[in-house]
């Protein structure tokens, strides 16, 4: 079975910071697009960042973030792990949603519907 399981979410106060990991089974997802969403009660699934395999062309992109979150939260990825992180920091408020890992095969894409695999979320709260 190919799952993505993720963790590290909680509750943090305004202006702290929670590392999200994403760990895949049941297959290599290194030639795989990985990406973060969330989402908020009420509201849709929005993208927050992606990072790319190791089989990309040369002037594909490597990693892409969503504008809210841009100089606040880093993406990264293990291959030997076969692990995607989310380096969350400066936390607001607004950032407290349901985080998803998601995998698809091929480019970065910015578009939740793009992504074939998904993990079931980790919370992250961030009070004021």
């Known amino acids: 079975q190919v799952q993505l399981v993720e963790s590290g979410g909680g509750l943090v106060q305004a202006g702290g910071s929670l590392r999200l990991s994403c760990t895949a089974s049941?297959?290599?997802?290194?030639?795989?697009?990985m990406g973060w969403f969330r989402q908020a009660p009420g509201k849709e699934r929005e993208f927050v960042a992606a990072i790319a395999g190791n089989t990309i062309s040369w002037n594909d992109r490597r990693m892409t973030y969503a504008d809210s979150v841009k100089g606040r939260f880093t993406i990264s990825r293990d291959y030997s792990q076969n692990s995607v992180y989310l380096q969350m920091d400066s936390l607001k408020p607004e950032d407290t949603a349901l985080y998803y890992c998601?995998?698809?095969?091929?480019?970065?894409?910015?578009?939740?519907?793009?992504?074939?695999?998904w993990g079931q979320g980790t919370q992250v709260t961030v009070s004021s």
């Open positions: 998601a995998a698809r095969p091929g480019v970065v894409r910015d578009t939740a519907d793009d992504y074939t695999y």
């Open positions: 049941g297959r290599t997802f290194s030639g795989y697009a």
